[in-house]
C-alpha cells in the first residue's frame, strides 16, 4: 500500500511540473517583430550555427531554425530563466538542433568556445523587452500592475529596482534619469523620491508612478504617462542594459565567420546610437581624423553595412503589435 501510495505521489509530482511547464508557455508570450526582415537579412541555411543572444520566447530562434533545417543550430542565450524554460519547450520539435543556456549576450564568446563552435553564421540580438515582462505583475515592470519594485531580467542579481530607488543617492538617481530615460524633469523627480523614501520606503510600481505624475505631470506634446520615462531608465540601470550591449559590441564580429551576418534590433535611441556607432566602425577602413595626413591608427575594415539606414517596422506589424513600432534594424556582414 505504502509502494502504490508513493507511486502515486510521483506520478502526481510529474503531472503537477508538466503542467507548470506548460502553463509557463502559455504564459510567457512575446511576438518577435520584423521576422521577415530579420530573415531575409540573416539569410538562414542548412549546415549552419547561429547565435540568438535574445532568445526570449523563441519566436526568432523558431524561424532561424526552420529556414535552416533540417541540419542547421542555433544557441540560444537568455539571462530569465523564465524564457529559457518557455523557449525549450515552444522548440521541443528541433530537438538538439537547439542549445539553450542561461547567460547574457556578453557571455557569447566563451560558452560558443564551450559548445565547440567558436564562431557562426549569423548573430542575432532583439533588445525588446518582452510582452511577458510587461504584463507579469511579479516582475515590476510595469507600473501599471501596481507590482513590487523589481525590474530585473535575471532573478538571480542582488540589485532590483526596489534597492535601486531607496538608496542611490540623489545624484546617482538623477543622473539616470536623465541620460537612461532623457527625462527633463529628472531633478526634480529624484528629490522628490528622496523625500518619500525619508518617510517610508517606495514599495510598488504604482506608488513610484504616482510619486512621478504629480511631480512632472503631463506636458504638451506627450501622449505617454509622466512615468515612462523614469522606468525604462530604471530598468536599463538596473540590468546594465548600455554597458552589456556597449560591451559586447567591442569586438563583436570576432563572433562571425567570413560573410557571416549580424543583427541587432534596437527600441530606444540609446541603444540604436550604440549600435549604429559600433556598425560604423566596423565598416570602415580608417579611424583616424579626416583632416590627418596619412593613417596611424593601424584599423583595417571588419565589416560592411547591410542598412544604409535602419529598417522600421511595416504598418501592418505595427497595427497587429504596437509594441514594434519604435523597433529600427541594422545589420553587417563580415568580411
Not at 534619469?177 to 523627480?189: N, P, Q, S, T
Amino acid at each position: 500500500m505504502a509502494v502504490r501510495d508513493t507511486n502515486r505521489a510521483r506520478v502526481l509530482t510529474a503531472a503537477s511540473c508538466l503542467l507548470a511547464i506548460a502553463c509557463l508557455v502559455m504564459v510567457y508570450r512575446h511576438v518577435p517583430v520584423m521576422v521577415k526582415e530579420v530573415m531575409e537579412l540573416l539569410r538562414p541555411e542548412a549546415h549552419r550555427r547561429y547565435l540568438d543572444g535574445t532568445l526570449g520566447g523563441g519566436g526568432h530562434a523558431a524561424e532561424i531554425l526552420t529556414h535552416s533545417g533540417p541540419d542547421g543550430r542555433v544557441l540560444g542565450l537568455d539571462w530569465d530563466g523564465e524564457a529559457i524554460a518557455a523557449a525549450k519547450q515552444r522548440l521541443e520539435e528541433f530537438g538538439e538542433r537547439l542549445v539553450a543556456r542561461r547567460a547574457n549576450f556578453t557571455e557569447a564568446r566563451e560558452i560558443l568556445k564551450e559548445i565547440g563552435w567558436d564562431q557562426v553564421h549569423g548573430v542575432l540580438l532583439d533588445l525588446g523587452l518582452s510582452s511577458h515582462h510587461v504584463g507579469s505583475a511579479d516582475r515590476g515592470f510595469s507600473f501599471q500592475l501596481g507590482a513590487r519594485l523589481d525590474m530585473r531580467m535575471d532573478r538571480r542579481q542582488a540589485l532590483d529596482a526596489f534597492r535601486l530607488v531607496n538608496t542611490a543617492p540623489v545624484r546617482e538617481l538623477e543622473r539616470i534619469l536623465r541620460e537612461y530615460g532623457e527625462e527633463r524633469a529628472a531633478r526634480r523627480i529624484a528629490l522628490a523620491v528622496d523625500q518619500t523614501r525619508r518617510r517610508k520606503p517606495i514599495e510598488t510600481t504604482s506608488e513610484l508612478a504616482d510619486l512621478v505624475a504629480r511631480v512632472a505631470g503631463r506636458t504638451r506634446g506627450r501622449s505617454i504617462h509622466p512615468a515612462t520615462r523614469t522606468f525604462q531608465a530604471l530598468r536599463i540601470a538596473v540590468n546594465r542594459e548600455l554597458q552589456n550591449l556597449q560591451g559586447f559590441l567591442e569586438d563583436a564580429y570576432e563572433l562571425l565567420l567570413p560573410e557571416g551576418r549580424m543583427v541587432i534590433i534596437s527600441f530606444h535611441s540609446l541603444e540604436d546610437r550604440l549600435v549604429k556607432t559600433a556598425f560604423r566602425k566596423w565598416s570602415s577602413n580608417c579611424l583616424c581624423p579626416p583632416r590627418a595626413p596619412f593613417c596611424r591608427c593601424g584599423w583595417s575594415q571588419k565589416t560592411k553595412l547591410l542598412t544604409a539606414r535602419p529598417l522600421i517596422p511595416c504598418r501592418e506589424e505595427v497595427q497587429m503589435n504596437p509594441r514594434a513600432r519604435p523597433a529600427k534594424l541594422r545589420g553587417v556582414e563580415r568580411l
